[in-house]
Structures are given as C-alpha cells and as structure tokens.
C-alpha cells in the first residue's frame, strides 16, 4: 500500500469513527505513519481528502452500474440490477457512505467549489443511465409507459434516502432491500 493509499484509508476510518469535523489532520497522519506535510502534498486540505473520497467512490459506482445494466436482458432487469447493486455497494462501502451522507460539509457545494461540479455531473450521469434503461425497458416491452427522467429521479432519489436511513436510521432494516425490488418490479412492469 502506497503512503497516499494510507492516508485514505486512515481518514475513512478516522472520519466514520469521529466525524469528518472531529478528525484533525494530525490524527490521520498519526494512524497512517506519515508526516502530515505529506497529506497536504497528496490533498491540499482535509477537504481534498473528503472530495477524492466521494469522488471515487462515486465513480466506482457509476462505472459498475454501466456495467451491470450493459449486461441486462431487458431494461427491467437493468434497473433491478441496479437497485440490488446499489444495497450491495453500500454495504461494502458502509465507511465511506457514513462518512458522505452524515458528515458532508456544505461549504463544499458553494458556487465555484470542485464538489458542487462532480456532484452535479455524477448526479447527472447516473440519472442517464437509470433514464435510458427506462426507455430500453420501454422499447423491449418490460417497463410500461411514464417519464424516464421523472422517474430516474424518483428512483435514485429513493434509493438516497432509504440509504440515509439505514445508515443514520435508529433501526436497521435487513429485509428493504428486497422490498424496495418488489415495489420497483410492481411500478415499472408492463
């Protein structure tokens, strides 16, 4: 494992532990062995590694989706592909996505800064992937006729908040996954 790889993992499992906030810059390199001049060589600044984790972890998901939806029969298959890949990869990456949905600090999507740009592009990118599996599941005759985009959005949207609430609920819920594919199955099917 590389110094800078290191430090990643350190401030992941530093900032799900403590919060982002909480997690001074010190403490990750103590955790990670190196010098903290050597964060701010790789990252700039806390925030440079909070953004390069939501970045790839965000592109990590993206390109499986494409993935995984290339390799549907019909596009119903490719959408419950995706919801079921998408409970999987939070699961694997629970770290991470604590650290994304509970700590993300807002200052970060001001106008001008690098976030509000890779949100918005990566936002935009899997709602085009979702939308097009609707209209291909519409062409082959498994989704029946509505809005791709609208419920692209409704979709993802979804899948964000129940993530939010497995991850900060006060109750886990083992068994959403599976129902959030049968309700999906039930309003999409033709």
């Known amino acids: 494992m590389t110094r800078k790889e290191a430090i990643l993992k ?9 919060g982002f ?5 010190s403490a990750v390199a103590k955790r990670a062995g190196v010098a903290e001049g050597l964060i701010f060589h790789h990252y700039k600044n806390k925030e440079g590694i909070f953004l390069h984790i939501m970045e790839e972890m965000i592109d990590t998901y993206i390109d499986r989706i494409e993935d995984i939806t290339k390799k549907a029969k019909t596009g119903l298959e490719a959408i419950e592909n995706t919801i079921s890949f998408h409970f999987r990869f939070s699961e694997e990456r629970s770290r991470e996505f604590l650290v994304i949905i509970r700590d993300f600090p807002f200052s970060l999507m001001e106008p001008g800064m690098p976030a509000r740009e890779i949100i918005a592009s990566r936002s935009a990118r899997t709602l ?10 519409q062409r082959d005759g498994s989704i029946r006729e509505l809005s791709p985009e609208k419920t692209a959005s ?8 129940i993530s939010r609430l497995q991850m900060l609920g006060p109750l886990p819920m083992p068994e959403l996954a599976s129902d959030v ?5 039930h309003g999409l099917a033709r």
């Open 154 to 161: 409704i979709l993802r949207g979804m899948l964000n908040g």
């Open 181 to 185: 594919l049968n309700f999906c199955r």
């Open 10 to 18: 350190a401030a992941i499992h530093l900032f799900a532990e403590r």
């Open 21 to 25: 906030s909480a997690t001074p810059t």
């Open 128 to 137: 085009d992937i979702m939308s097009k599996c609707i209209e291909r599941g």
